[in-house]
């Protein structure tokens, strides 16, 4: 079964950190760029982080700039975001979707053919 998996959600007090992982299973990543995306309660989805198939460029949303750090170990089909400085306005189900042989960023939803179901993380005292 070919599937995207978050793990690495959860609760975590203002300025704590988590890093979230989006491991693959029946495919590998090298050939897919990966976004992360986050969901609010009430609000539309929004890309957060994007890497690209080497790793050797990314992006991140103003919001998070500094604060995020995406990263990528083909070796384990895996892609992380590590996740610092946290505060209360991060709070959403988080997911990661991946794009095969994308050379650019995107958040465009249509721009990515695999997504995973999502993991919670809640920033909060």
């Known amino acids: 079964q070919l599937q995207l998996v978050e793990s690495g959600g959860g609760l975590v007090q203002p300025g704590g950190s988590l890093r979230l992982s989006c491991a693959a299973s029946?495919?590998?990543?090298?050939?897919?760029?990966i976004g992360w995306f986050r969901q609010a309660p009430g609000k539309e989805r929004e890309g957060v982080s994007w890497?690209?198939?080497?790793?050797?460029?990314?992006n991140y949303r103003d919001a998070v700039k500094g604060r995020f750090t995406i990263s990528r170990d083909n070796a384990k089909n895996t892609v992380y975001l590590q996740m610092d400085s946290l505060k209360p306005e991060d709070t959403g189900v988080y997911y990661c979707?991946?794009?095969?042989?994308?050379?650019?960023?995107?958040?465009?939803?249509?721009?990515?053919?695999?997504w995973g179901q999502g993991t919670q993380v809640t920033v909060s005292s």
């Open positions: 979707a991946a794009a095969l042989r994308a050379a650019f960023w995107s958040y465009s939803g249509s721009y990515y053919s695999r």
């Open positions: 029946g495919f590998t990543l090298d050939d897919y760029a």
């Open positions: 890497i690209s198939r080497s790793g050797g460029s990314t």
